[in-house]
């Protein structure tokens, strides 16, 4: 599945994720807009903490996928299971540093 690198096991979530990462890009620019026209400071933080958690949310669903996608297709076909489990150890760690 993955290990190509042509197909992913997020597929059937595509569409959602891209409606995810719009609305994040849109927040993106309110901020911007926010600070242009110097809004109160919480009420840009509020905004920040929004977007923090629905790039959170993409990120998990991405993760989520790669999990019982590309992770367990490795484990079950006996090829590099380990090496999977490496590499999904790895992002965790990324995913999670603060």
């Known amino acids: 599945?993955?290990?190509?690198?042509?197909?992913?096991?997020?597929?059937?979530?595509?569409?959602?994720?891209?409606?995810?990462?719009?609305?994040?890009?849109?927040?993106?620019?309110?901020?911007?807009?926010?600070?242009?026209?110097?809004?109160?400071?919480?009420?840009?933080?509020?905004?920040?903490?929004?977007?923090k958690s629905a790039l959170q949310q993409v990120g998990l669903t991405l993760l989520e996928s790669h999990t019982r996608g590309c992770v367990v297709d490795a484990i079950t076909n006996h090829t590099d299971g380990d090496a999977k489990i490496d590499e999904l150890m790895d992002v965790i760690r990324q995913f999670t540093k603060s």
């Open 1 to 51: 599945m993955c290990a190509d690198h042509t197909s992913h096991s997020y597929g059937p979530q595509k569409d959602d994720l891209q409606k995810r990462l719009r609305r994040v890009e849109g927040q993106v620019r309110g901020i911007q807009k926010m600070i242009d026209e110097d809004r109160y400071c919480v009420d840009i933080l509020v905004q920040i903490a929004a977007i």
